[in-house]
Every structure is written in structure tokens, then in C-alpha cells.
């Protein structure tokens, strides 16, 4: 018998979607639940997650699917559910609140707030009823309910100390007014040595259980390998990228990477598959291949791309957000096998080959989470990789089982098309398929690139965050700005159209007037019209994603060079003082705005190409792909010239009418050339 529905119906979110069926009178976001919790005097319930979250299942099957918690909750307070995917805005300000009142977060996100949007309780995952000294729904509720209703003054006074913990937060200044206005490579040497010290030399990655992929770590490695021919800090990447490559966090059979690992060894992973994920793995991928020509990393590029591209493109060239972990109400069992499965779909020499190749066993591998015992299912995982014979018959072997688990039920797939992870994707297949020589990658970040920049800004040009269903809203945040103008830049970089530098000078403009800090430096995530909460984010550090500051020092240094506008680089080196102490303290927690600094310590090289046809330059492109020169940027200037983009090219024309190269290292031009070696050793000098 199906619930009459909830107010989520008219949603667009695949999250809230979820919901919409639930017994709970759940609300979307916005000033109708606050004027209901007004009206009726209760507190606002909000619960943030995502669509591909498995405690967010859990905890919906567990409470919000069940009558006696659903009619407690609504009684008691104003249900509101929030896609953090959607409003990553919100999750930012209440997941910091999370964090501050109990040390620690994540997702399902539980929080109760006054009518002002103040926190005065908050946690994660909620159980039922209470267990293992965690209290459950059924006693919370009423507790809860009871100070609201006979302590208000006790409420008051804890959502205005979390209120006002969250103010001081995000009005630290910067210490030391230019204390990074000179920076230098110290920053860059305490962040190797701090990785360098947390490294797992057996298993690789960073720490113990549980791992993550955290691939901007990896990318900042391969810049100090670059920048030092420092071969441990390549060996780190290599073994990481390698120990995840066979283990079980890689989809051995379908391709692609899934969350992180919840042991040390790579082997069990948290099955959700995440578009930003494949993304920056495939940076890192690509980015080691390119400094190495390790042949297993440019095989994993590959297949993130095959991935993507199969499974996560949609029919317009936009990429989808991400899979779920769980199929039929369980974890992983889309993935799994067992020995019998295998044995009755492949002959018996090739399964005794998937067999002990992937380390499958009877007893199984994948132990139930909850009781801990094994269930026959496997997670297929390589100890190392086989040798050429057997590696060929193991691809035809997983073409078979493909084929087979797509018979399988599927795991929902997230199809909303995201701003900020699009922009990443697009980075991603615009720089691998420049190092792999593949047009396709680069087609594909062009697609969606054409799709997100006609389908998700306003008639003024500024951004949208979410499209679904034909349908584009939400304003846009930071990281959809940043990310963004990183994917357009690696896109000019990779085709040389100027259409992708004219787009990034233009998103650029409209980031650094909605979003800077004037007074502090360092952007906001949210624009300076955007809806008021409790207050407004600036973030730097890295997590599962690099920070929108990262990214948008990143950015602003590239145009800076590419355009000659050297304002943008005071903008970015006003982001890396607006780090301030922290930077200083904890430097591997910022590797990717320390790529930015790296780039603005290094050895730039920067190159203009102008030629009489586009044709006559392809010598100088393929000489610079084949030199495998990190960080060198290159502009290449149409006959009509770039006219306002990059006014300082117009007396460089071609020499003689041959195909010319214009070379500037570390500030100082050289005279030009028109033989591509002759470049190179320009560049090399």
C-alpha cells in the first residue's frame, strides 16, 4: 500500500525524491518550514545527505520509514530534508556546527534548529531506539522536545554560543598582515615532510583505516617530483596509485573508483561511486603517467575514462553525480561474487584463473558488516599484477562477467548534472587525453563544457549549481566558479580555442566580484547576494575535494600568465595569505592551494604559438606533448590575433611567415623560433 506523498514531490533532487513517500511531513529548505515551526512552536528537524549515502539508506529504512518515529517527529518538530549535493552551502554551516558541538560529522547529518536557523543539538547517524550508548530517536524526541518546550532559556543560550563560535570562526583574520606576501618553499618542504611521515610504505596511501583516495595529496607529490626530481615523492604516488589500482576500492570488473577504503589494504571499500572521485583519480593518474610512463597508471587513466564515459555521461555530454553503494537494500551486492557464480558462468581453466588471480574464496572475502562473519560473497582484489598472457585472458574474462552483472539489479544512479563536479571532470578528460594523445577525453570535456555553459547561467552569465530534468536552479557557489574555470582552462590548453580562455576571463570577472573577501582576501562560498545564513563560509582546506580557495588561486595564476593580467595574480597571492596560521601549522591539509604556490615559486615557462594556419603549429604542439614539461602554459594566437584577451601578443607574429614560438622561463622572454627543438631547449634551459 503506497504513503500518499510529501511535500519533497515537487523536488527535483533524487535525494529528496527519496523521501518523498516517507510517513515523515518532511519540507524542503526554504521559509515555508520556518514559518510552520514558527506558527506551531516547534524546532526545525534537519536532516542533510545525498542520494548515494549508505547510512543515509540506513537511517531512512531504520526511523524515517517507520510509523512510530515518523508520528513522534512530526509532532514534535518541523521535518526539513536537504541534498548537500544541492545546497552544499547549508551542509557547509551546519556540517562546521556538527563538528564544533560533538568533534566529530558526516552523513546522515541531524540537526535541530531555533527559528533563527541557530544549532542547539546536533549529530550524525540516529538509530531507532538507543544502542551501544548512542540514544535513539524514540528517547531523543521527547528530550529534546522537553527543553524546547519548559527550558527555552537553556536553548537559547546554547544556539547563540554556537552562533556566535560559528562568527568568531569565519571572521579569523589572516595572522601577520603579508606574512605569506613573499612566500617560500618552506611551506612546500613541511608539507612533503608531513606526508611523507603518515605514508604507508607497505599498503600506500596516507594513515591507517580508514583510506582515503585524497588524489590532490598525489598531485602535489608529483609537482614537488617535478620541482625537485624528488624520486620518493614520485615512488609514493606510484605505490599508492598501484595498491588502489589492485585492490578492491577499484572496481576490478566495471571499472572506475569507489568511495574510499575502510581498511587499511584497499581492499573493502565503501561501494558508492562519485563522479569527483573519477576525476581527480584520473588527474592523478594521467599526471603520474606523465612524469613516469608507469604503463599500469596510464591503463587506470584509461579505464576511469571508459568508466565515465560508458556509465556517467548523459545523452547531452553532461556527467551525473554518482552511483549508489547499495542494490536490493544491500551494500555492495551489486559487485560481489561468489565462487560458485563464477564457476558456472566461465570454463572451468578461466575460472580457476579469476579465481586465484582475484583472491576470491569459498568462505568468501566480504564480511558482513554488522556481524562480522563471512558470507561467501568476494570482492575481487590482485595481489600484483599478472603477467601479459594472463592479463589478456583476465580482460576477456571481464568483459564475460560484465556483461553478466549488467543482468544484475542496478545501483540507483544520482543523474543530477553538478556545476562543480562537471568543471572537474571536464579538467580531468581535457589534461588526460592532452598526455595520452586521445582526441576522445577531449571531445567529451568539450560536450559537456558547451552543455554546462549554455544550460546552467542566467541571461546575466553568472552561474547555476544543479540541472536535472530539464531543469536548472540553485546559485552557484565558489567551487562551481573555480572548478569550472579550472576545466575551461585545461580545455584551452588542450585545443588551443580561445572560445575556452574567453569563457574563464569572463566566469573569472564575476568570481572575484561575488565572492572575494576585499578586506581579508580569499573567496567565500557563497556570492555576496546569496540567501543570508547563519554565516557566510570561507574555507581553505582540502577534504574529499580540493577547497574552492585552492582551486580559485589555481586558476587565477593560469590566467594571469596566459592572459598577461597581472592583477589576477595579486588576487591569488592575496588567497594565500587569507590562510593564514593555519597553513603554517598544518601544511598537507592545504596540497592543492600548495600546487598554486608551487606554481607561483617555479620555474614558469610560458609559450605563445603563432602561426600563419593553425595546421603550420601542430610540429610545436606535439614537441611540447612529448616533452612531458609540468606546468608550462601555452597560448596559441590566431592569425587575427587575441585582441583584448592577451593584449601583449599582438607583435608576436609569425617570423617569416613560418610557424613561430615565443618562449618566456621564469619571467625572461627569449628571442623567437621557428624549430621546435630549438623551443625546447628554450625551455629546458
Known amino acids: 500500500m503506497s504513503r500518499r506523498a510529501n511535500a519533497l514531490i515537487t523536488e527535483k533532487s533524487p535525494y529528496l525524491l527519496q523521501h518523498a513517500h516517507n510517513p515523515v511531513d518532511w519540507r524542503p529548505w526554504g521559509p515555508e518550514a520556518f514559518a510552520t515551526a514558527r506558527a506551531e512552536n516547534k524546532p526545525l528537524f534537519l536532516s542533510i545527505g545525498y542520494s548515494t549515502c549508505h547510512w543515509c539508506h540506513v537511517m531512512e529504512r531504520e526511523c524515517f520509514e517507520d510509523e512510530d518515529v515518523a508520528a513522534l517527529l512530526n509532532s514534535v518538530a518541523v521535518p526539513v530534508k536537504i541534498d548537500r549535493e544541492e545546497r552544499p552551502d547549508l551542509d557547509a554551516v551546519y556540517m562546521k556546527a556538527c563538528q564544533m558541538m560533538t568533534g566529530a560529522g558526516g552523513w546522515p547529518l541531524s540537526v535541530f534548529i531555533d527559528h533563527q536557523g541557530r544549532p542547539f543539538f546536533a549529530a550524525t547517524f540516529i538509530p531507532k531506539a538507543s544502542r551501544f550508548g548512542r540514544m535513539g530517536m524514540m528517547e531523543l524526541l521527547p528530550a529534546l522536545a522537553n527543553v524546547w518546550n519548559t527550558r527555552p532559556e537553556e536553548v537559547e543560550r546554547a544556539a547563540g554560543n554556537v552562533h556566535q563560535a560559528l562568527l568568531r570562526l569565519g571572521e579569523e583574520k589572516p595572522e601577520g598582515a603579508g ?46 617530483h617535478a620541482r625537485k626530481e624528488d624520486r620518493a615523492a614520485l615512488g609514493m604516488v606510484l605505490r599508492t596509485l598501484t595498491a588502489m589500482r589492485l585492490g578492491g576500492v577499484f572496481d576490478q570488473v566495471g571499472l572506475g573508483f569507489h568511495r574510499y577504503s575502510t581498511d587499511a589494504h584497499w581492499l573493502l571499500p565503501h561501494f558508492e561511486k562519485m563522479l569527483y572521485d573519477q576525476a581527480m583519480m584520473l588527474m592523478a593518474c594521467a599526471e603520474a603517467f606523465d612524469a613516469s610512463r608507469d604503463p599500469l597508471a596510464e591503463r587506470t587513466a584509461r579505464e576511469v575514462i571508459r568508466y565515465v564515459l560508458r556509465d556517467m555521461t548523459s545523452p547531452e555530454g553532461a556527467f551525473y553525480s554518482a552511483e549508489d553503494a547499495d542494490s536490493e537494500g544491500e551494500e555492495g551486492k551489486f559487485y560481489v561474487w561468489t565462487v560458485v557464480e563464477i564457476r558456472e558462468l566461465l570454463s572451468p581453466e578461466d575460472a580457476s584463473l579469476f579465481i586465484r588471480l582475484m583472491n576470491l574464496r569459498p568462505e568468501g572475502n566480504f564480511a558482513d558488516e554488522a556481524s562480522g562473519e563471512l558470507t561467501g560473497a568476494n570482492i575481487p582484489h590482485l595481489r600484483e599484477w599478472p603477467a601479459p598472457e594472463d592479463e589478456r585472458r583476465l580482460e576477456a574474462i571481464r568483459e564475460v562477467l560484465f556483461a553478466q552483472r549488467e543482468k544484475r539489479v542496478h545501483p540507483h544512479k544520482d543523474d543530477k548534472v553538478l556545476t562543480d563536479w562537471n568543471g572537474l571532470m571536464i579538467a580531468a578528460l581535457a589534461q588526460a587525453g592532452r598526455i595520452l594523445s586521445d582526441p576522445e577525453p577531449v571531445e567529451a570535456a568539450s560536450r559537456a563544457a558547451d552543455f554546462i555553459l549554455a544550460r546552467l547561467r542566467t541571461p546575466e552569465g553568472r552561474l547555476l549549481h544543479r540541472y536535472r530534468d530539464g531543469d536548472a536552479a540553485i546559485a552557484a557557489t565558489l567551487d562551481d566558479y573555480a572548478f569550472l574555470i579550472w576545466g575551461l582552462t585545461e580545455l584551452h590548453q588542450s585545443t588551443g580555442d580561445p572560445v575556452w580562455l574567453e569563457a574563464s576571463l569572463e566566469l573569472a570577472g564575476i568570481m572575484i566580484r561575488d565572492f572575494e573577501d576585499a578586506e581579508n582576501g580569499g573567496f567565500y562560498l557563497t556570492a555576496s547576494d546569496a540567501e543570508e545564513l547563519l554565516v557566510r563560509h570561507k574555507d581553505f582546506v582540502d577534504a574529499a575535494l580540493p577547497s574552492g580557495n585552492s582551486a580559485a588561486m589555481l586558476v587565477l595564476l593560469r590566467l594571469s600568465r596566459l592572459c598577461g593580467r597581472h592583477e589576477l595574480a595579486e588576487h591569488a597571492a592575496r588567497t594565500a595569505r587569507a590562510a593564514g596560521a593555519s597553513l603554517r601549522t598544518y601544511a598537507s591539509g592545504y596540497t592543492m592551494l600548495l600546487c598554486g604556490l608551487d606554481m607561483a615559486l617555479g620555474r614558469s615557462a610560458d609559450v605563445v604559438l603563432s602561426g600563419p594556419t593553425p595546421e603550420s603549429l601542430e610540429p610545436f604542439r606535439q614537441a611540447l606533448r612529448a616533452s612531458r614539461l609540468p606546468d608550462t602554459l601555452v597560448l596559441e594566437r590566431p592569425a587575427d590575433g587575441l585582441g583584448e584577451l592577451a593584449p601583449y601578443t599582438a607583435m608576436m607574429t609569425p617570423k617569416d611567415g613560418k610557424a613561430t614560438a615565443y618562449v618566456c622561463v621564469g619571467g625572461v622572454c627569449q628571442p623567437a623560433v621557428t624549430d621546435p627543438e630549438a623551443m625546447l631547449r628554450l625551455l629546458k634551459s
Do not use: M
Not at 194 to 218: E, M, T
Open 179 to 224: 606574512a605569506l606576501a613573499e612566500p617560500d618553499s618552506a611551506l612546500l618542504d613541511a608539507a612533503f615532510d608531513q606526508l611523507a611521515l603518515r605514508f604507508d610504505q607497505k599498503n600506500g596511501g596516507f594513515g591507517d583505516a580508514p583510506k582515503f583516495p585524497s588524489p590532490h595529496q598525489l598531485l602535489f607529490l608529483l609537482r614537488r
